[in-house]
C-alpha cells in the first residue's frame, strides 16, 4: 500500500502543474493590419483588443472600466478630462508605459492619415502634467469622452520610431502593419496575413488572467460552410458567426454550443429627403412620394418585421423601433413600439398622400453586408406591393453599394449601423444631423434627412455633463426621428458564436472576441 | 521559322495588353475600394484625399499604364488590403497552389490512364460500366459541392483528413513546402481529389475512347493474330498510340487546374494565389487583382505559345504553308 502510494506521488510530480491549452478561432475576415490606428473596423479593432490596450476598456456588460488608465474625472466644468495612468505596466518588448506612450499615441491615432481621427474630434488639446498623469482638454464639456477612446489603443513611442512606425501608413504598410508591441494580455508570435495568426500570453501582463490559455490561433475562413465543417470536426474550437439556417441543426450537436445575442447594429430603410423627384419610377417621375412623411409612415406600417424575423432571420433577431438597440446608452425604453404592420392603415395614409393607387420606385439593396440582407429586401418588396407600391429591387455587393448611395442612385435603400461609441449619440451624428462637412456631422446621412431642431439637439447632446438632461434631449431626437419616420428602423442583427462544448467565454454585443474571458476545459 | 516564332510572340504579347486594358476597365464594376480602406467614421474629405493618392480618380486607362510601367520593372504595387507589395504576397501564395496543381495533375494524369485503360478494354464489364457511370459524376456536380461532401464525410463524419488548410509546412529556402510533414500531405488530399476529379474524368473518357478506335485498327489485329499477350498489345501498342491526342490535352489542361484552383481553395481554405484573388475582388484589391489576371494570361499565352510552336516542329505541313510564299 505504502508502496502505491509513493508511485502514485512520483506521478503526480511528474504530471505538468498547468496543461497546455490551444485554442484554435476562426473568423471570416482576417484582420487586414496589426496597426491599431490604420484602419477603424471591427474585424482590426476586435482582435487588436487582445494584444493593445487603451486607457480605459470595455467589461463583459460593456460598461467602461479602467484598463492602462486606474481613474479619471472631469476638469473645472468640462473643459476635459483628467487621466491617472497605471503604473508599471510594461509593454510586450519590456519598455515601461508612461504618459509620453500616451501624448505619442494620440498624436498618431489623430493623424490626417490615422483612420481613428474622428475620435478626437471633440480634443483640443493633450497635456502630460507628469509621468503619470494626462490631461485631455476638449473644445466643450464632453460627457461620453472616456467611453467613446475605448477603442483608442496605446502603442509604445520608442518602439514606433525605431521601427519607423511613428505614422499609420495604409497604403503602403510599415513596421507597425506585421508587428505589434502592446501591454495587452497576449502577444503576437507570429503573423501571416490572410493564413494565420499566434497569440501566446504576455506573462508580465498587469492585470490577473482569468484564462487558461498557452496558445491560440486564428484562422481565417472565408467559405462558411467549411468553417462549419470545421468547428463539427474539431479542427476549430470557436468560429464567428454561424450561418443562420445551421443554427437549429448545431443546437442539436452535443459536442457543439451555440451562442446568441443581438448585436449593436440596427437595420433600417433609407429614403432620398432631398430629391426632387423619384429616379426609378415608371410613372411617378415629377414628385418624389418620400418627400411626405405618410408615404414614410405607410412604409412602416406596409412591412411585417416579425413575419420577416421569423421567417428569414429564423427567430434569431429583435424588433428595434430607434437607431439604436436597447442594449446601448440612451435608447429610449418609452418609445420601444414599433409601427404596427398594418396594410389596411399603410393604404389609406398612401391615399391621404395622394398616391390612392400606388407608385413604383427603386430599391436599392445589398447582398453581402448584413446577414441574408437579399432576402430581406426581397420580402419587403413584396410586403410593399401589397399595399400598392411597386419596388424594382436592386441588389448588389457592398463594394459597388456606397458609391452607388454616394451618387444618389436610389429611391429607398438599406442600411445597417452599428454605434461605435454604443452611445445613442452617435447615429443622431452620423445618419440624422444634416451633413455638414467642417462639423463632420452627417457623413452617412445619404439621404440628407434635415431637421433644425436634430441639429440644434445635437451639439447640447454631446456636451450636456447632466445624464438626466441629456437623456431627456435624446428622448426628445428620437421622438422627433420616430414622428418624422427619417429612417424605418427594423431590426437589430443577431450574432450568432459556434463553440466546441469545452470551452467557456463570453460574448459581447459589439462582437468583439476576448481571448483573455476564455477557459478550455 | 523565326519570322513565324517572333510573329507568335508579337501577337503573344498583344494578347496580353488587351487583356489588361479589358481587365482595369472592369474594376470599376467590381466597385469602390476606398469604403473598404476607410472606417465607418470618415468624412467626404478623407475619401477624396485616398482616392487622389491612390490614383483612382484618374480614367482607366492611365491607372493602366501606370499599373504597366510598374509591371515592367518588375513593380506590381501595394495590395490596398495587406499593405504589403503584391509581388512579395504572390511569391508566398504561389507554393501552396503550384503544389496543390502539381498533386492533382499527377492524380488526374494516373487515374485518368489507368481507368480509361481499364473502362475500353472490359467494355462490357459490370466494374467499368459502374467507373463510366460513376465519372458522371465528376463531370457534371460542380467543384464546390465535390469539396463540400468530401470534407462532411472524410473530416467531419469519420475525422480522418482536416477540413481546411495546408497543415504544417517547411520553408525551404523561400518556398514553402507541405510534403515534407505528416498534417501537410494529409491536408493535400481531400483538395488534391476535388481540384483533380473534373480533370480526372476528362483524361478517363478520352482515353477510353480513343483506346476503342485503336484497338479497332488492322495492326491490333495483327498483333493478336501474331500471338502476343493481351498485356503487350494493350499497352505496348494501343496505349502508346493513343497517347498523342492525350498529351495535347494535358498540357492545355494544365493552365486550367492553376487557373480552376480558385473554386477549390475557396472551399479548403488553401491558402494560394486563387484564394488570394477571391479576397482580392470582396476588396476591390485593385493591384492584387490586375497582378493575378496578368499572372494567369501569361501562363496561359505562354502554354498556347509553346504549343504552337510544338506543333511547328511536328506538323511539316505547316512548315510549308508559311514558308511557301506562292
Not at chain 2, 316 to 326: T, V
Request: with cysteine; net charge negative; aromatic share 10%.
Amino acid at each position: 500500500m505504502r508502496r502505491l502510494l509513493r508511485l502514485a506521488a512520483v506521478i503526480a510530480a511528474f504530471a505538468p502543474a498547468v496543461q497546455a491549452e490551444e485554442f484554435t478561432w476562426a473568423v471570416n475576415t482576417d484582420p487586414q493590419t496589426m496597426d491599431p490606428h490604420a484602419v477603424n473596423s471591427a474585424p482590426v479593432l476586435g482582435f487588436l483588443n487582445n494584444v493593445y490596450e487603451g486607457l480605459v476598456r470595455r467589461g463583459k456588460d460593456m460598461t467602461v472600466e479602467p484598463a492602462l488608465a486606474t481613474s479619471w474625472e472631469p476638469i473645472g466644468n468640462g473643459e476635459g478630462w483628467r487621466f491617472t495612468l497605471r503604473q508599471g505596466v510594461t509593454f510586450h518588448d519590456g519598455a515601461e508605459f508612461t504618459a509620453q506612450d500616451v501624448l505619442f499615441s494620440y498624436q498618431r491615432a489623430s493623424d490626417e492619415v490615422s483612420d481613428t481621427r474622428s475620435w478626437f474630434a471633440p480634443v483640443s488639446d493633450v497635456v502630460v502634467v507628469d509621468d503619470y498623469t494626462v490631461d485631455f482638454m476638449t473644445t466643450a464639456p464632453n460627457p461620453i469622452f472616456p467611453g467613446s477612446i475605448a477603442n483608442w489603443m496605446i502603442m509604445d513611442s520608442g518602439w514606433a520610431e525605431a521601427n519607423n512606425a511613428a505614422l499609420p501608413d495604409k497604403e503602403n504598410g510599415n513596421y507597425a502593419t506585421l508587428n505589434t508591441n502592446g501591454t495587452g494580455a497576449f502577444r503576437v508570435t507570429a503573423r501571416e496575413p490572410g493564413l494565420r495568426t499566434v497569440l501566446e500570453p504576455f506573462d508580465s501582463w498587469w492585470d490577473e488572467a482569468e484564462h487558461n490559455i498557452t496558445r491560440a490561433e486564428l484562422t481565417p475562413i472565408q467559405n462558411p460552410a467549411t468553417a462549419l465543417a470545421a468547428l463539427l470536426s474539431g479542427d476549430v474550437d470557436f468560429i464567428n458567426p454561424v450561418p443562420i439556417q445551421d443554427v437549429a441543426r448545431l443546437k442539436e450537436n452535443s459536442d457543439v454550443d451555440v451562442i446568441q445575442g443581438i448585436e449593436a447594429r440596427v437595420i433600417m430603410l433609407g429614403f432620398p429627403h432631398e430629391a426632387e423627384t423619384l429616379k426609378y419610377s415608371s410613372e411617378t417621375t415629377d414628385a418624389n412620394p418620400f418627400a411626405d412623411v405618410r408615404v414614410r409612415q405607410a412604409v412602416a406600417h406596409a412591412i411585417n418585421v416579425p413575419a420577416i424575423l421569423q421567417t428569414i432571420m429564423r427567430g434569431n433577431a429583435e424588433e428595434v423601433s430607434q437607431l439604436v438597440s436597447a442594449a446601448m446608452q440612451g435608447y429610449v425604453p418609452a418609445l420601444a413600439e414599433r409601427p404596427a404592420h398594418d396594410p389596411d392603415r399603410a393604404r389609406a395614409l398612401l391615399t391621404e398622400a395622394g398616391y390612392p393607387d400606388g407608385f413604383s420606385f427603386g430599391f436599392k439593396c445589398t447582398n453581402n453586408r448584413y446577414l441574408n440582407d437579399e432576402a430581406v429586401c426581397q420580402a419587403i418588396t413584396g410586403m410593399l406591393a401589397q399595399v400598392g407600391i411597386t419596388a424594382t429591387l436592386d441588389a448588389m455587393p457592398v463594394q459597388n453599394y456606397w458609391p452607388e448611395l454616394r451618387a444618389d442612385n436610389y429611391d429607398m435603400f438599406l442600411l445597417g449601423w452599428s454605434p461605435g461609441t454604443f452611445d445613442a449619440e452617435h447615429p443622431i451624428r452620423f445618419l440624422a444631423a444634416t451633413p455638414n462637412e467642417e462639423l463632420r456631422v452627417g457623413s452617412w446621412n445619404f439621404g440628407g434627412y434635415s431637421n433644425a431642431r436634430v441639429d440644434e439637439l445635437l451639439p447640447m447632446i454631446q456636451s450636456e455633463i447632466d445624464p438626466v438632461a441629456r437623456q431627456a434631449m435624446i428622448d426628445e431626437t428620437t421622438k422627433i426621428l420616430q414622428d418624422e419616420m427619417a429612417y424605418v428602423p427594423m431590426y437589430v442583427q443577431p450574432l450568432v458564436w459556434g463553440v466546441r462544448s469545452n470551452i467557456e467565454l463570453t460574448q459581447r454585443p459589439d462582437d468583439f472576441f476576448i481571448l483573455r474571458w476564455v477557459t478550455v476545459n | 521559322m523565326l519570322a513565324y516564332i517572333i510573329r507568335r510572340v508579337g501577337q503573344s504579347a498583344l494578347v496580353l495588353l488587351i487583356v489588361g486594358l479589358v481587365a482595369f476597365s472592369m474594376f470599376r464594376f467590381v466597385g469602390d475600394p476606398i469604403d473598404n480602406m476607410l472606417g465607418q467614421e470618415r468624412t467626404a474629405e478623407d475619401i477624396d484625399r485616398l482616392r487622389a493618392q491612390l490614383g483612382l480618380d484618374q480614367p482607366f486607362v492611365v491607372q493602366y499604364y501606370k499599373f504597366l510601367e510598374g509591371a515592367v520593372q518588375g513593380n506590381f504595387g501595394v495590395s490596398y488590403r495587406q499593405g504589403r507589395p503584391v509581388a512579395e504576397i504572390l511569391l508566398e501564395r504561389a507554393p501552396a497552389t503550384l503544389e496543390l496543381a502539381m498533386v492533382s495533375g499527377v492524380l488526374a494524369i494516373l487515374f485518368g490512364i489507368a481507368l480509361g485503360v481499364f473502362t475500353a478494354i472490359r467494355r462490357d464489364g459490370v466494374l467499368a460500366n459502374v467507373i463510366m457511370s460513376g465519372s458522371l459524376i465528376g463531370v457534371s456536380l460542380p467543384t464546390f459541392l465535390i469539396g463540400i461532401l468530401l470534407i462532411y464525410l472524410f473530416s467531419v463524419e469519420l475525422g480522418w483528413l482536416p477540413s481546411f488548410g495546408r497543415g504544417e509546412t517547411v520553408d525551404l529556402g523561400g518556398w514553402s513546402t507541405g510534403f515534407l510533414t505528416e498534417s501537410g500531405l494529409k491536408a493535400l488530399i481531400l483538395p488534391s481529389i476535388t481540384l483533380g476529379l473534373y480533370q480526372m474524368t476528362l483524361i478517363m473518357r478520352l482515353v477510353r475512347s480513343e483506346m476503342l478506335e485503336v484497338l479497332r485498327q488492322d495492326y491490333i489485329r495483327f498483333a493478336r493474330a501474331r500471338g502476343l499477350r493481351d498485356r503487350a498489345v494493350n499497352f505496348r501498342h494501343a496505349l502508346k498510340n493513343t497517347m498523342v491526342p492525350v498529351i495535347t490535352v494535358i498540357g492545355l489542361q494544365l493552365g486550367a487546374i492553376i487557373a480552376f484552383a480558385i473554386i477549390t481553395e475557396t472551399v479548403f481554405q488553401w491558402p494560394g494565389v486563387g484564394l488570394l484573388f477571391i479576397n482580392a475582388i470582396q476588396f476591390v484589391d485593385i493591384p492584387v487583382m490586375a497582378a493575378y489576371l496578368m499572372l494567369i494570361s501569361v501562363m496561359f499565352v505562354g502554354i498556347n505559345l509553346l504549343v504552337d510552336i510544338l506543333y511547328f516542329f511536328i506538323d511539316p505541313r505547316l512548315r510549308a504553308d508559311r514558308s511557301g510564299g506562292h
